[in-house]
């Protein structure tokens, strides 16, 4: 079974555009997690999204914002960039089935650098 | 989610057991304690989660004391692929707040 999928692997950014980033969970995971991961503040979280909704959000500004479609894919943007958006962004994909131990399986990222 | 503490760093010799420990004395019980990896700028890869009992799998086994405030994971024969920063997590798999929170970890330096 494919793992999570990313899109871009790499990108380079100006300061003040805004960028779109792609998660392609594994097939039959419904739930996808976003975190973003610098140097400084290590691993956090971003949001959550389950059934095209989001369900959990992290302590991030409103620049950065997702969305998940009726396949479970899902897209994170951040507007109006920002020399600290420089960062690893991490998509993790869960079943999210009731009952059962939920573990997260993370894809290889997309490394974001804002010039 | 309860806080973990990890030591900083470790060695450990090619072929031997290596043998990571964490605290998480305000672990509540509800929650289950997650170990993941991270190799340097790849996504954390997910090795072994327990609640109470000890668990094993193909890539490592998880030591949960009694009281459930510590546990270990152990590379019964680490490699130098094993080097790798260590997160051990404990989390609710249920409800809104659901997600991992990482702390800094342990460094794992696997020497040949």
């Known amino acids: 079974k494919a793992g999570v999928t990313q899109t871009p692997r790499y990108l380079i950014k100006t300061r003040g555009q805004q960028v779109t980033l792609s998660c392609s969970p594994i097939?039959?995971?419904?739930?996808v997690s976003w975190y973003q991961q610098t140097p400084g503040q290590g691993l956090q979280f971003l949001f959550e999204?389950?059934?095209?909704?989001?369900?959990n959000k992290g302590n991030f500004p409103g620049r950065f914002s997702g969305r998940q479609f009726s396949n479970s894919r899902s897209e994170m943007n951040v507007s109006t960039l920002e020399l600290g958006d420089s960062a690893l962004y991490l998509c993790a994909s869960s079943l999210f089935a009731s009952g059962i131990t939920d573990t997260q399986y993370f894809g290889p990222g997309t490394r974001l650098t804002v010039l | 989610d309860a806080k973990t503490t990890q030591p900083t760093s470790m060695d450990c010799a090619e072929g031997r057991a290596a043998n990571l420990p964490c605290n998480h004395s305000t672990i509540s019980g509800n929650e289950y304690v997650y170990w993941y990896r991270q190799i340097h700028s790849q996504g954390p890869q997910y090795i072994i989660h327990?609640?109470?009992n000890n668990e094993t799998n193909e890539m490592a086994s998880l030591i949960i004391t009694e009281d459930r405030k510590s546990s270990t994971l152990i590379l019964p024969h680490a490699t130098l692929r094993d080097t790798a920063v260590y997160y051990c997590?404990?989390?609710?798999?249920?409800?809104?707040?659901?997600?991992?929170?990482f702390g800094s970890g342990t460094q794992l330096t696997v020497l040949p």
């Open positions: 999204y389950f059934s095209e909704t989001q369900r």
């Open positions: 997590i404990v989390r609710v798999v249920s409800g809104s707040a659901r997600q991992l929170t």
């Open positions: 327990g609640l109470k």
């Open positions: 097939s039959g995971h419904r739930s």
